[in-house]
């Protein structure tokens, strides 16, 4: 059996300079065709990026495939149904598979008769499962994990998660796949001098439960890990095959056992290898208790960890609540300033747009306390209420959501009517809180005294700045 597993996200591979600022290889996919190739299939790994549907389409078929599988977010479930359509025209002998986190959490997104099957959580071993019963002829309802059309929704039952995440194969990677990945946001090394950055997973799930996040669909809320040794293993790996200089660790929540990130990070200090890794952090717990502290950043720097995020998303408190985060302003301010004063990069995520509270008011007070927190990069996105969250279920009794177009649920558009502000309000407000950040005097000195104390990072800085100057949309702001 011929199997093509393909990434349909066309547009949204380009960058925006308020939006994403990089672009990734497709891990989860590369996961399922190791274990397939595991098993002597034939295995095919493409991402639409930038490509029109129908070349895309023609690149498919081009494959000759007997099954293709398609790995779904919400924004890209309408464009691969479309796909998949004019697949099954094309050849209606060819299974199509759709999985990924939106299938996980909205199954009954497949009720349509171009979807053959859904695989709803962690994919590899129900993938696996599936194919070898349609290539033997059995009955492929059988398999746990599986969701399918038949006078209704119905579901196999829930698969058991891969306890040891070690077992798995390191993902089947092709070089056309990491020649396009870029961190195009401040990294170290900068834009220019990196080179086949990929994504690696050193765990997965969270055990956190924010009100806006689906991950629990595919997870749960246990958090599996593999060794460290295993996830040095794979970078070793990749530096002899591709070259890798730079790494983005896919972890929901990086360091939500220190244990496990002391275990990386004395394994990576043993390799001496010349690799720079991101990786997203969480500033405290549920109950506000610091999960992030010098000692662990330090820790994480000196293996080579040039960059972090942290989820903050709001630091409005009123806010905090209905996003389940909550987190104190001295605390962000608190680890903020130890990952400056080691020269960690600084990644803020934020969310505008709560629909009972957001105001004029509340994007003032969150523009101000951006500008003065030690942050080197930030981004902003919109609420964006995503099946199978919390906040899917509260926002749609309230009739609070403007579409049912999942093609417009990329967190890069409102689709929530808000009390206080209109569409046009918040789409201002998104652009001048990150222009007021980067134009800020205060960003200026910053960015000044940190490349004083550390100079490696001026190239990365100056041309992250040449990134956002290119952009249309930051011209126009």
Known sequence: MNITLIEANAGLWKPGVFTRHSSFEPLGLEYIGAILQQEDYDVNILQQKNKSADKFLQEILDTKPDLVGFST?????????????????????????????????????????VIDYGIVGEGEYVFRDLIKALDKGQDPKKVKGIVYWDNGIKFT????????????????????????????????????????????????????????CASKNIWGKNVKWRSAKNVVKEIKELQKRFGTNTLF????????????????????????????????????????????NKKLLKAMKDAGCSKVSYGIETVIPEIQKDYNKPLSLDGIREILEVGDSIGLINKGYF????????????VERTKKIISELPLDDIRISFLTPFPGTDLYE?????????????????????????????????EEAQRDIFTSFILNKNYGNRRKSKIKRFPHLKKSYDEYLE???SGEDYQNA
Not at 258 to 283: F, H, P, T
Not at 401 to 420: G, M, P, Q
């Open 73 to 113: 977010m919400t924004y890209n479930f309408p464009l691969s149904k479309s796909l998949a359509n004019v697949i099954k025209e094309t050849d209606s002998n060819i299974y199509t598979v759709f999985g990924g986190v939106h299938i996980s959490s909205h199954p009954q997104s497949i009720d349509d008769k």
């Open 157 to 212: 039952g829930p698969r058991e998660r891969i306890e040891n995440l070690d077992e798995l194969p390191f993902p089947l990677r092709a070089k056309e796949n990491l020649e396009e990945t870029i961190i195009n946001s401040i990294m170290y090394p900068s834009r220019s001098d990196q080179n086949a950055v990929t994504s690696i997973a050193y765990s997965r799930g969270c055990s956190y439960g924010c009100s806006y």
């Open 249 to 292: 660790f896919t972890d929901l929540t990086f360091n939500v056992n220190s244990e496990k990130v002391y275990e990386l990070c004395n394994e990576l200090k043993k390799q001496k290898g010349d690799i720079n890794w991101y990786a997203m952090l969480r500033i405290a717990d549920s109950n506000g208790r610091p999960l992030a």
């Open 351 to 362: 969310i505008i747009g709560d629909p009972r509270i957001e105001s004029k008011e509340t």
């Open 394 to 426: 509260q926002y749609k009794s309230e009739n609070r959501i403007t579409t049912d177009d999942f093609a417009r649920y990329s967190s890069d558009e409102l689709i929530l009517r808000l009390d206080k502000m209109n569409k046009n309000d918040l």
């Open 467 to 469: 990134f956002l100057e």
